[in-house]
């Protein structure tokens, strides 16, 4: 399995088509560099790394790509209660009202889960 | 054995101190809310919060609170393996500057380990 | 009066339930370490903070978080100008989109105020 | 023709109206200082100051101003593809998911161009 | 007196002239446009936009300007205990490590004032 | 002639021997895919690619990274004006401080340019 199909599940096709109609340059630097090569690396389990992804993401402020690591942390197999803890220690080095967004919207993404989708990317 | 002790090691009477010289009340807060209540918190072991940690010092850009989670990390049980891929793995999201400092800075604390000091708090 | 109340008015019941319903600790966190233990300390009146509250959230860039301070600083006696020039100086130091986007929120602030919500958190 | 004209083409008189709603003084600024005396000046042209104005745009994450500018590049003579090789260098110093998301925006103005309207400012 | 007379106090003259000796046309913009036609305006008093400055150099993270307008605080009538509770409170907003480069930064413009100079800016 | 030679020039050779002992994988991420494959896409040439790296730069605040690309610019062609004018600009996109610590920078660098070394990386 590609760590793309093991963090985006049941949305990759449908991503991998979006994200190829906006730029197919960027796109195969995602898939083939971002995705394949470097979260591919051994040296780090995936749900270290989605994790750290989304700790990345807190940090940028940047919605719907953390929503879609949000749903990729559990996937590949991170607790809810992990996830949780991520969030709230990233109130200590990001500031609280960036851990509170991010909380917020991993609200949304466990309510949403197994019916629509609250992100993508 | 403190949260403290486990992050700072040999190091935290000299980081306390001059903490609490710069400012006491900024320096309880850290010690009593951000180390022994919240990256005390139970279900993320201590190795994972470092690695985050490490995650948003590198988006903050922040050199010696870095180095000292960085010197933190492998106190902790952290293997050098798993801080470079934590710090590779940044360059996705947060841009190769800023993986590329934080290697570099790395790379200083693991020749100063055992002898001088690159960093504090 | 606890300095929540002072700064979300007539909305801290629903904001309080919301963030509960979010995350029980994380809610904890801001109640009791955020707003009525740092937010309530002395030596600053609470005006000038929910000031620096608007600037360090431009900086951020979090909308959300932003319009509870604009309207919080309003509630705590800063006058609509004093918000306006906290905007426009942050132009200076964090770049006129930045200000503009706030300076935007602020007046959909002003014409919701006694009617709709904004944000909130 | 004005620097504004150039950057904002047809719409400039929406937008010129709608920040002087919002504020009368920052919209002096923006106009005068930023747009007719900054951009303005010589030594590089509109053109690689529009590609540069993404770059900012694109590190400060902001998608409203962005959209602006990605029109105004376009409109001031840059080709799509040299707005597309700008945003895909960002990947490189400011992450992936800042590239990405400023791609899909772009995907969103080149679709709405000559149509509707996808910002503003 | 000028806005810079008052915030750079007796530096203002060496700083002036290392500006302009770096770059004619950004001092001027500095001089005329950020410190005599901005911070000069009326609406709020110097003392609180230098509260607010040092709030926004805290998020950008820059030490020398930072150094500059924490002296610049103390110089127009800001007590060491404001500029203190403004560091702190920076916390809950743009995280520990911020507010403790900061704090460490004060603490060593207070202990270097009337003798060497810790920043310029 | 490789991108690193064209924007290195005469350190290249040292600067790579640097990145290698630092980490072997990620320097060969930075020659292999950020310069070698993106820096090197045609549809935009060097000398505009350097003005983006050096804006995305500013915004990171990352002084040792900024002086390699502010002298990798004027390698590959670029105008001492043109840089000026970059850094300018960037003073409305990301505030005074960034910009005038870029334009500090700058000054060293042209001192120094054909004796010392002000940066790398």
Redesign the interface.
Known sequence: MSVREAIWGEKAKAIEES?E???E??FR??RD??YEE??A?P??DLK??E???I????????P??LATHLEGALRVGAKE??V??????????????????A??LF?KVLRSRGSSDPGE?
Do not use: N, W
Request: aromatic share 8%; proline share 2%.
């Open positions: 994200l109609e906006v730029d340059d960027l630097y995602i560099f971002a470097v979260l690396r040296g780090l270290t790394r994790l750290l992804a700790t990345a993401l807190i940090a940028l402020g940047s719907k790509e209660e992990e949780r803890e991520a969030i709230i220690q990233s109130a200590l080095f990001l500031g609280f009202p960036r851990a509170l967004a909380m917020k609200h990317g």
